[in-house]
């Protein structure tokens, strides 16, 4: 007898007439804990129930959403009422939750709240202890699984941003037993290096996938540790103790790449404007204290001696330009005014002579009639005793000798007798 084939839709469709046609599956309240949640943007809410033995998805559509009056979060103890569903393109099962009512806190949870107030007393969390994330990093470590997505994500994108970035990995577990202790060894085993920052974390999951991040001994690494730490633990609404203890938190572990890689081509476009500036505000010195120096240089200059001498005999020989033509001129003045004056001298002295010349003809003519010789020529002599001339009887005595001067000559005579005058009356 052949064995009848069906169809992958057929069983599907009959399994899901199964869940239908069973009444207590149709409206169920199940009690679990929270985990795997996620708020997706159409309003509708994803998330698991779990226990210690089992795991069951569920889907509240926003229909039933909106009318929560509380915000589900992780590890949170909850009893869910919905019906129960086979899901035909998955063929897998899950809750359609159409109403959510609060337990109490789940056993993780607890636990999470109880170390993360503890530390927090501590003082592990406050900003003091706080390292600041270098700008330009060029070491960067990484504690993270070497075969998730996260570390995929990390190399991407910082090799995108920045291809001469050097990246050391610490492959570590990040869940299930011993991840803690994993990763705190990568932690410290990172900070030994010096590099200038570490990335620590991993991709999304529940809150037990994400726990190692939860646990004292990862926190006290991350506390301790002198490199500047940045958390990347699971999605945006994943929060970790990791989180709170580390210097930077980002949302995913691609986020932590760009808080910890600057962007090179960014960085070397800075770097231009800042050497163009330089060279600009260099230039613009250079400028000014070449003014300043040749201002400087022309007031040294006219303080030197050499410049006092040089500017002291250019205005020496500039006095004796301006004395020499002064000279020249007044030379040449006088030699025309000499000139001048000569030619009105002489015919001066020419106009002078011939007045001094016809009153000397005059003076000659009225002398010429006084004079001795004139007289002498008229019969009158010129007598003269001891070289002297006789002008009175008085001049002479008996017996002296008597020179008498004639117009044709000389006659010596003596004196033998004398007679005197007396008002026209002779003695």
Same mark, same amino acid.
């Given at each position: 007898?052949?064995?009848?084939?069906?169809?992958v839709?057929?069983?599907s469709?009959? %399994?899901?007439?199964?869940?239908?046609?069973?009444?207590?599956?149709?409206?169920?309240?199940?009690?679990?804990?929270?985990?795997?949640l996620?708020?997706?943007?159409?309003?509708?809410?994803?998330?698991?129930?779990?226990?210690?033995?089992?795991?069951?998805?569920?889907?509240?559509?926003?229909?039933?959403?909106?009318?929560?009056?509380?915000?589900?979060?992780?590890?949170?103890?909850?009893?869910?009422?919905?019906?129960?569903?086979?899901?035909?393109?998955?063929?897998?099962?899950?809750?359609?939750?159409?109403?959510?009512?609060?337990?109490?806190?789940?056993?993780?949870?607890?636990?999470?709240?109880?170390?993360?107030?503890?530390?927090?007393?501590?003082?592990?969390?406050?900003?003091?202890?706080?390292?600041?994330?270098?700008?330009?990093?060029?070491?960067?470590?990484?504690? !993270?699984?070497?075969?998730?997505?996260?570390?995929?994500?990390?190399?991407?994108?910082?090799?995108?941003?920045?291809?001469?970035?050097?990246?050391?990995?610490y492959?570590?577990?990040?869940?299930?037993?011993?991840?803690?202790?994993?990763?705190?060894?990568?932690i410290?085993?990172?900070?030994e290096?010096?590099?200038?920052?570490?990335?620590?974390?991993?991709g999304?999951?529940?809150?037990?996938?994400?726990?190692?991040?939860?646990?004292?001994?990862?926190?006290?690494?991350?506390?301790?540790?002198? !490199?500047? %730490?940045?958390?990347?633990v699971?999605?945006?609404?994943?929060?970790?103790?990791?989180?709170?203890?580390?210097d930077?938190?980002?949302?995913?572990?691609?986020?932590?790449?760009?808080l910890?890689?600057?962007?090179?081509?960014?960085?070397?476009?800075?770097?231009?404007?800042?050497?163009?500036s330089?060279?600009?505000?260099?230039?613009?010195?250079?400028?000014?204290?070449?003014?300043?120096?040749?201002?400087?240089?022309?007031?040294?200059?006219?303080?030197?001696?050499?410049?006092?001498?040089?500017?002291?005999?250019?205005r020496?020989?500039?006095?004796?330009?301006?004395?020499?033509?002064?000279?020249?001129?007044?030379?040449?003045?006088?030699?025309?005014?000499?000139?001048?004056?000569?030619?009105?001298?002489?015919?001066?002295?020419?106009?002078?002579?011939?007045?001094?010349?016809?009153?000397?003809?005059?003076?000659?003519?009225?002398?010429?009639?006084?004079?001795?010789?004139?007289?002498?020529?008229?019969?009158?002599?010129?007598?003269?005793?001891?070289g002297?001339?006789?002008?009175?009887?008085?001049?002479?005595?008996?017996?002296?000798? %008597?020179?008498?001067?004639?117009?044709?000559?000389?006659?010596?005579?003596?004196?033998?007798?004398?007679?005197?005058?007396?008002?026209?009356?002779?003695?």
């Open positions: 007898m052949a064995t009848k084939v069906y169809t839709g057929w069983i469709n009959y %399994i899901k007439n199964m869940f239908v046609s069973d009444y207590l599956l149709r409206n169920v309240t199940i009690s679990g804990e929270i985990s795997n996620k708020y997706h943007s159409s309003g509708h809410i994803y998330f698991s129930l779990k226990d210690k033995t089992a795991v069951l998805d569920c889907i509240m559509f926003k229909s039933s959403a909106v009318s929560l009056k509380f915000r589900l979060t992780e590890g949170l103890k909850v009893n869910v009422t919905g019906r129960i569903e086979n899901f035909e393109k998955t063929s897998k099962y899950q809750l359609y939750a159409t109403n959510v009512e609060e337990e109490g806190t789940g056993e993780l949870y607890k636990r999470f709240e109880q170390l993360k107030t503890e530390l927090m007393e501590r003082g592990m969390f406050d900003e003091m202890y706080k390292t600041p994330i270098g700008k330009y990093n060029q070491r960067v470590g990484i504690v !993270t699984s070497p075969t998730g997505a996260a570390i995929e994500d990390i190399v991407n994108v910082s090799k995108r941003r920045n291809p001469y970035v050097n990246l050391f990995l492959p570590a577990l990040v869940q299930g037993e011993g991840a803690c202790i994993d990763i705190a060894k990568g410290k085993r990172l900070d290096m010096g590099l200038d920052v570490i990335i620590v974390g991993r999304g999951g529940s809150i037990e996938d994400l726990w190692a991040f939860n646990e004292e001994v990862v926190a006290e690494a991350i506390f301790n540790a002198k !490199t500047p %730490i940045i958390s990347a699971g999605h945006q609404t994943d929060y970790t103790i990791a989180d709170f203890v580390s930077l938190r980002a949302p995913t572990p691609s986020a932590a790449a760009e910890a890689v600057f962007e090179y081509s960014k960085f070397s476009d800075e770097l231009n404007q800042y050497v163009y330089l060279k600009n505000y260099l230039r613009n010195c250079i400028n000014r204290d070449k003014f300043r120096i040749s201002n400087y240089a022309s007031k040294l200059k006219s303080k030197s001696p050499t410049y006092k001498l040089d500017t002291k005999k250019f020496i020989c500039e006095y004796e330009r301006l004395l020499r033509e002064k000279v020249d001129f007044k030379l040449s003045e006088a030699k025309d005014k000499t000139i001048d004056y000569n030619q009105k001298m002489s015919a001066l002295i020419k106009e002078k002579l011939v007045n001094r010349k016809h009153r000397l003809s005059l003076f000659a003519s009225k002398l010429s009639g006084k004079s001795p010789l004139e007289k002498i020529g008229r019969g009158y002599a010129f007598a003269e005793a001891g002297k001339g006789v002008c009175s009887i008085n001049d002479i005595k008996k017996g002296d000798r %008597i020179n008498l001067s004639l117009p044709d000559g000389k006659a010596v005579c003596t004196v033998d007798d004398i007679t005197r005058r007396n008002h026209g009356r002779e003695e």
